[in-house]
Nanobody, 124 residues
């Protein structure tokens, strides 16, 4: 049984930082694309960042230069370092794991497994 567990969310002031972690279990991790998505109230789930097994990284334009995605295959962990946070970054953040080859990292429907989400709130 595949399980993804996010942690590290919280309340932070604008300009602050948070580091989200995603612990994966139940499936070989190193060969899968890992992604981070977010969903704000009343909005659709939005792609934030993804890292392929090869290390190729993709970011949402609005987070480039502020967020950094990484992975530690030895620990089955994925991370999202978020700096210079803005109120518009407020959302529930989800970790996702793509088990199929050739999926599009920015497309949520291409991911097979999802975590339960962690709330990030940025105050102005």
């Amino acid at each position: 049984q595949v399980q993804l567990v996010e942690s590290g969310g919280g309340l932070v002031q604008a300009g602050g930082s948070l580091r989200l972690s995603c612990a994966a279990s139940g499936r070989t991790f190193s060969s899968d694309t890992m992604g981070w998505f977010r969903q704000a109230p009343g909005k659709e789930r939005e792609f934030v960042a993804a890292i392929r097994w090869s290390g190729v990284i993709t970011y949402l334009d609005s987070v480039k230069g502020r967020f950094t995605i990484s992975r530690d295959n030895a620990k089955n962990m994925a991370y999202l370092q978020m700096n210079s946070l803005k109120p518009e970054d407020t959302a529930v953040y989800y970790c996702a794991q793509m088990s199929t080859i050739g999926g599009l990292p920015i497309r949520p429907t291409d991911y097979t497994y999802w975590g339960q989400g962690t709330q990030v709130t940025v105050s102005s």
